[in-house]
């Protein structure tokens, strides 16, 4: 484990630190392979699936088949079904609490001003697939979604060299109704879903974690569609005085340090402690407080995606955390549960980020539209509050556009 000091330089590239380290010639490629699918569309996905996941794949069977789907389910037991169906009644439960409801206001003199909250039309999830299928980032993307409204849901997920997605993942979107999954990743599969392909329709915003260059996609691509965040790996903050337990930090941390390129951080007022985590986590950090506000300000400061509290009275420091992607509270709160089947989605900001985003909510699934009726007499208490500020902004035709209807 490095010591951090909060003098030294070490601790301030943690402060600082952003998906903008990424080398130049990331940026390149995925500019390329965005304006190759842009422009040649299921010709270029197939082209890149050869290239980097040696998969042959045709026009026909980029789509997954529904024979592929039902061939899925041969190697998934029930005991995996009642786990799955726990679950997602885990997660559905703390969405259907967010929903937000519209809000309306009328103020009896011919003024009625309305929200409306509409669901988006479409989403498209992107799941990795390393060497472990990452079944826990289907149901922590798609239900949210669900709940929220949204109707149509696909995925677009990289097969293996045989061309074929790993049967939990097909067998868990199914169980989601998923509408459609589709054998592409990387930077294309996200330039696919931006633009449509012959195969593929696009869709109205674009979430799930990646790799470098699928983050390097969804940045370039946001605008063309939405996108979530720009997540880079996953991060873990432990804050721990005197009154821990060791072995759980450590066990803590190794966790989080399973993640390519995790970070594993612990903040400690007990030198003892700090001592004996450091033998046993070499590949994270340790950062000495002298008092939990110490410890609390250093958390805030690094704003990291996970953050556990292992003192005596994690509560009470929680109330002074400000910037933390999800926070967990206590001995029996590991970030593991969070990440599988606490509820929260586990699709989090990293980087600092959660400075300004937030974890996956319904609200990244709607969109509001503003509704305005005024009546004549409603019109004519405006018009000249109208009138000065539009003539102040030299846009003599807005106000025009007013006094018309009392000429």
Request: hydrophobic residues 40%; contains cysteine; charged residues 20%.
């Amino acid at each position: 484990m490095k010591i951090l000091t909060q003098s030294g330089q070490g601790i301030q590239k943690l402060y600082n630190r952003n998906l903008l380290t990424h080398k130049k010639h990331v940026y390149e490629k995925v500019k390329r392979i965005i304006e190759d699918v842009m422009h040649n569309g299921d010709d270029a996905l197939i082209k890149y699936t050869k290239r980097f996941d040696k998969a042959k794949l045709t026009t026909k069977n980029i789509k997954v088949a529904e024979a592929e789907i039902s061939g899925a389910y041969q190697g998934i037991t029930n005991d995996f079904i009642s786990t799955l169906k726990i679950i997602i009644n885990n997660v559905s439960l703390f969405y259907k609490k967010q929903i937000q409801k519209p809000c309306r206001i009328k103020d009896g003199e011919g003024v009625m001003l309305k929200e409306t909250i509409n669901p988006l039309d479409s989403v498209g999830v992107y799941v990795p697939a390393g060497t472990a299928p990452l079944v826990s980032t289907v149901y922590m993307t798609v239900l949210p979604a669900k709940v929220a409204g949204v109707k149509r849901i696909v995925i677009a997920t990289p097969p293996d060299k045989n061309g074929h997605i790993n049967p939990y993942i097909l067998a868990v979107a199914n169980l989601l109704k998923v509408n459609e999954i589709y054998k592409v990743g990387g930077a294309q599969a996200i330039a696919a879903l931006a633009f449509g392909t012959k195969t593929i329709p696009k869709v109205d915003k674009i979430i799930g974690p990646g790799n470098s260059y699928v983050t390097e996609a969804k940045r370039q691509l946001f605008g063309f569609v939405d996108i979530d965040m720009l997540a880079g790996p996953s991060e873990l903050v432990v804050i721990a005085n005197r009154h821990s337990n060791p072995d759980f930090i450590v066990a803590d941390l190794e966790g989080q340090i399973e993640h390519l390129g995790g970070l594993a951080v612990l903040i400690t007022t007990s030198k003892k402690i700090l001592k004996q985590v450091r033998k046993k986590v070499p590949k994270g950090y340790g950062i000495y407080a002298k008092n939990i506000d110490e410890a609390v300000d250093i958390a805030n400061k690094i704003a990291p995606e996970h953050l556990q509290i292992l003192t005596n009275n994690p509560s009470q420091v929680a109330k002074k955390i400000r910037h933390a992607g999800a926070i967990f509270l206590g001995p029996y709160s590991p970030t593991a549960l969070g990440d599988y089947v606490a509820g929260p989605s586990h699709v989090l900001p990293t980087m600092g980020t959660a400075k300004f985003f937030s974890g996956l909510c319904t609200s990244d699934f709607v969109k509001k539209s503003h509704i305005i009726s005024y009546s004549r007499k409603a019109l004519e208490r405006m018009q000249k509050p109208i009138e000065k500020i539009a003539l102040l902004e030299g846009l003599q035709k807005h106000y025009e556009s007013v006094n018309i209807r009392f000429s």
